[in-house]
């Protein structure tokens, strides 16, 4: 009795192990299979079969994704993992434009991001044609640009194999960017760009980084010869390579071809409550000296930029203007120096009202020097829009105007008195050239500031005519940015006079781009205010360390660089007639060719003691 007892106890146990071991071996199968069916993607494959026999290629889809958008240029400099890209978008009426460097690409794109509303885009190639933007992606993130820089990049299984070019791009841009993806798949091109665009556009603006591996981009009969070769497998491991390989391809190309939605995503933005109007209304209201201080996120969208100038103009509050909302109000109203000492400016106990679409930059500094009575993180157009709504009957105080505008007199007049000085050698007043140009500048002028010294004075000489009528990097402070920022202007506003301010230092970084002019067709006016040196720096350098090293340049012919690459050039000397030359180089930008001006120039007081550490 005993014995059957313990062999049925031995058979039980004998069992549950079996089952045991059996339901392990199940699971563990499951997961091999759904690992294996995931990983190889077959399901899918089986379920959205590959067109073989299309010539279709994902080139086709950016471009298509893109023209939805409304994107109306693409900057690049040409290289075979993005030239899909460039022949679909051409295809489809968007205008190509080729520079003579990647940075100038992207400077390009940020320009057409700040004069369009709508998003800029540069295309280049994987590696070095990447690295060169690196620059200017962070200018764009800086200066809240919604730019899209698309990538090429090595085929996604060569990656960190040795392949051309093949470098670990998505780290590189992930600290540069708000947003960084690397498509996989034809199918997820589509939805992938238009993400990234939402993401460009909303809240706080800046680049976004989409790389598109060189597989995902051309047709699908070239991508399986290149990956899968010609020959016939033999032998069991080599048929087992070979199914991997036509597997991964398939993968690719699964699904590409159905229908997508290539409509764009509305940006996500945040509106001011109508309890922090009131609030905001009430200090205003309130308030014996208000000031309105404008930077550029002023001018973004969705309120159009005629609306915000109807907003200010009804307030009828002072306003000091910075960055792209320089000239909002036209060439006569007051302009901020962009640096504003971390508010120190901001005196202490006065209330103020900080609107910004960053949680972050509404407090930055606020324990040194200052802090907001209210802080509204909103778009600062509607801000402004509602509040002008919310107090209609609000008149500033005329004589707390006045007083604004008899300080502002004084500093006008103190330059005109430096422009006539005479200059030490035989060289030109760069005040008094600058006064010239401001004389002859059409009202539809748009002037990029490029440069340190010379274009510092020209700030303050120089009135941007009218809304998006200034471009400056920002709070980058990037030299270089002259030769990007004129192509997309000129291309955003082509009726417009568009002139670069170049220093004689910076306009080395870009002249090269009036090849780029020449070629497309796109007349601006570069002016060179040459004083053979890097002025800004040796202001400093020289009395504190009693050296000019590195800051000597030459006064090198640049208008005849600019004649050898296919533009006009003309000198500016002590001896020329200023107002003639400018004319002169007017009337030929005005049929059709870039115009290089090379002022020879002097120091002058002006700039003294204003550069801070």
């Given at each position: 009795m005993e014995d059957s007892q313990t062999l049925e106890e031995e058979i039980i146990i004998e069992n549950g192990l079996f089952f045991s071991i059996l339901f392990i071996l199940c699971v563990f199968f499951g997961i091999f299979i759904g690992f294996f069916v995931s990983w190889?993607?077959?399901?899918?494959?089986?379920?959205?079969?590959?067109?073989?026999?299309?010539?279709?290629?994902?080139?086709?889809?950016?471009?298509?994704?893109l023209q939805s958008h409304g994107v109306k240029f693409v900057f690049t400099l040409v290289g075979g993992h993005i030239s899909p890209i460039l022949v679909a978008a051409e295809a489809l009426g968007i205008k190509i434009v080729d520079t003579r460097h990647e940075v100038t690409a992207v400077f390009a794109a940020d320009a057409v991001a700040r004069m369009s509303g709508t998003i800029g885009v540069a295309a280049v190639t994987a590696g070095p044609g990447l690295t060169n933007t690196v620059t200017a992606v962070k200018n764009a993130q800086l200066a809240e640009s919604p730019v899209l820089l698309i990538g090429g990049a090595a085929a996604g299984m060569l990656k960190g194999r040795g392949a051309l070019q093949d470098i670990d791009q998505m780290s590189l841009f992930q600290s540069l960017c708000k947003y960084c993806v690397s498509v996989s798949s034809v199918r997820d091109i589509v939805p992938s760009l238009k993400y990234a665009i939402q993401e460009a556009q909303s809240g706080t603006p800046g680049p976004v980084f989409v790389e598109l591996p060189i597989d995902i981009?051309?047709?699908?009969?070239?991508?399986?010869?290149?990956?899968?070769?010609?020959?016939?497998?033999?032998?069991?491991?080599?048929?087992?390579?070979?199914?991997?390989?036509?597997?991964?391809?398939?993968?690719l190309f699964a699904g590409a071809w159905e229908p997508r939605d290539v409509r764009p995503l509305p940006p996500i933005l945040q509106l001011p409550s109508g309890k922090q109007i009131q609030k905001c209304a009430e200090l205003l209201s309130r308030a014996k000296r208000p000031l309105l201080l404008l930077g550029s996120q002023a001018t973004l969208p969705p309120v159009s930029i005629q609306s915000i100038r109807r907003s200010v103009?009804?307030?009828?509050?002072?306003?000091?203007?910075?960055?792209?909302?320089?000239?909002?109000?036209?060439?006569?109203?007051?302009?901020?120096?962009?640096?504003?000492?971390?508010?120190?400016?901001?005196?202490?106990?006065?209330?103020?009202?900080?609107?910004?679409?960053?949680?972050?930059?509404?407090?930055?500094?606020?324990?040194?020097?200052?802090?907001?009575?209210?802080?509204?993180?909103?778009?600062?157009?509607?801000?402004?829009?509602e509040i002008a709504m919310y107090l209609v009957d609000y008149k500033c105080s005329p004589e707390w105007i006045q007083q604004l505008q008899e300080r502002d007199s004084v500093k006008e007049k103190q330059n005109r008195e430096m422009s006539n000085e005479q200059q030490e050698g035989k060289h030109l007043n760069p005040l008094k050239l600058l006064y010239e140009v401001e004389k002859i500048l059409p009202e539809n002028a748009i002037l990029v500031a490029d440069g340190g010294d010379f274009v510092g004075t020209a700030a303050y000489i120089l009135r941007p005519r009218g809304p998006l009528g200034w471009l400056d990097p920002g709070a980058f402070g990037t030299?270089?940015?002259?030769?990007?920022?004129?192509?997309?202007?000129?291309?955003?506003?082509?009726?417009?006079?568009?002139?670069?301010?170049?220093?004689?230092?910076?306009?080395?970084?870009?002249?090269?781009?009036?090849?780029?002019?020449?070629?497309?067709k796109i007349p601006v006016i570069a002016l060179v205010g040459n004083d053979a040196a890097w002025t800004q720096i040796a202001r400093e350098q020289v009395p504190m360390f009693g050296s000019s090293v590195a800051c000597q340049l030459s006064y090198t012919d640049y208008q005849d660089v600019s004649k050898g690459l296919g533009g006009e050039g003309f000198l500016l000397t002590e001896n020329s007639d200023i107002s003639s030359v400018l004319k002169e180089a007017q009337a030929r930008c005005s049929e059709g060719k870039p115009v290089l001006i090379n002022a020879l120039i002097g120091t002058s007081r002006f700039r003294e003691g204003s550069i801070s550490v």
């Open positions: 190889f993607n077959i399901l899918y494959i089986f379920l959205h079969k590959v067109d073989a026999s299309s010539n279709k290629h994902g080139g086709q889809l950016v471009a298509e994704v981009l051309y047709p699908y009969a070239l991508v399986k010869k290149e990956v899968t070769g010609s020959q016939k497998s033999k032998g069991l491991m080599a048929r087992a390579v070979s199914w991997y390989l036509n597997n991964y391809v398939d993968n103009e009804a307030l009828g509050v002072p306003c000091f203007f910075g960055g792209m909302s320089r000239g909002l109000l036209g060439k006569d109203r007051m302009v901020c120096d962009f640096r504003l000492s971390y508010g120190r400016v901001l005196p202490r106990g006065v209330p103020i009202i900080a609107v910004n679409r960053n949680k972050e930059q509404l407090h930055r500094n606020s324990d040194m020097f200052w802090k907001p009575t209210v802080a509204v993180c909103a778009d600062v157009g509607t801000f402004l829009q030299l270089g940015v002259g030769g990007g920022f004129a192509l997309g202007a000129k291309l955003c506003r082509p009726d417009a006079e568009v002139w670069i301010l170049y220093g004689d230092g910076s306009c080395g970084f870009s002249i090269a781009e009036i090849d780029t002019m020449t070629r497309h």
